[in-house]
């Protein structure tokens, strides 16, 4: 088991989601009970949030951390989300237990997303 806190477990897992998007890595970091909370999605388990990721996995997408505050059981941090044609301010909450992520909120306005 890593022994990360808050913020080094949140920079961890913005590290796979961005850049190496080796998704199996994520179950070093995420609680099995893993509950993920976005405008688009929600998971109830990790084993779930990590398919939806491979099956549907980021694209040429990039981040610019702005803030990040953390303590003992949580972090957020602040990015600018970066894809071609679309840039905009992302928020993710992460809730610590037993030094794994069990709760995850992200945050960011949908209308800069164009799917038609």
């Not at 981040?63 to 003992?72: F, K, L, R």
Request: with cysteine; aromatic share 16%; net charge negative.
């Amino acid at each position: 088991m890593l022994n990360l806190n808050s913020i080094e477990l949140a920079e961890e897992y913005l590290n796979i989601f961005f850049q190496t998007q080796n998704f199996d890595e994520l179950r070093k970091i995420l609680h099995q009970n893993l509950e993920f909370i976005g405008p688009y999605y929600k998971f109830n388990s990790a084993e779930d949030y990590i398919n939806s990721l491979k099956e549907n996995p980021p694209y040429d997408c990039s981040y610019d951390i702005i803030s990040s505050t953390w303590n003992e059981s949580s972090a957020n941090v602040i990015y600018t989300f970066r894809k071609p044609g679309v840039e905009t301010l992302m928020s993710q909450f992460f809730k610590i237990k037993n030094s794994k992520i069990i709760k995850i909120i992200l945050i960011f306005d949908t209308a800069v997303f164009n799917f038609s």
